[in-house]
């Protein structure tokens, strides 16, 4: 009995370990594609993953670069994909970054700061979405402002 929680216990970890050294977006269809159920009770709000999001820089958003820091609470932020990873502690997850509503985004799975480049003057929105490996949204943050081009920075 002994042996076989054992056994069992080894080949979880050998399945997370899969999932940490291959951290190929390849992995994704796989993962939507089974449907298990979710093992852990949900999280209590102490532990509860939670976005914070600071508005963009002034003064590379007078250039059209938006410069979007932000961090985490009780998640880390990691390009590692599954539903195995799921059951990772600390809690693994990336973001969803869609800008001005449109129909897709980009997985951004690092601690850097998001930047977007080449936004045209006048008002956007950035929705940071905060996903488990498994791309369940945990948390979401939007920001909206304004891009004001002035007469020394305009294209000539
Ligand atoms: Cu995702």
Redesign the pocket.
Known sequence: MDKQMIRLTSRQLAVVLVVTLSPSPMGWSAAHGQDHQAHSAPAAPETAPHLVVSPPLAGPLSRGLAVIAFRTENLKIMPV?GEAATQVIPRLG?L?VTVDGGPWHW?HASDEPIVVQGLPPGPHRVLIEL?AAN?KILDAQTLNFEITLTVSDAPK
């Open positions: 994909y990336h969803h997985l996903a791309h």
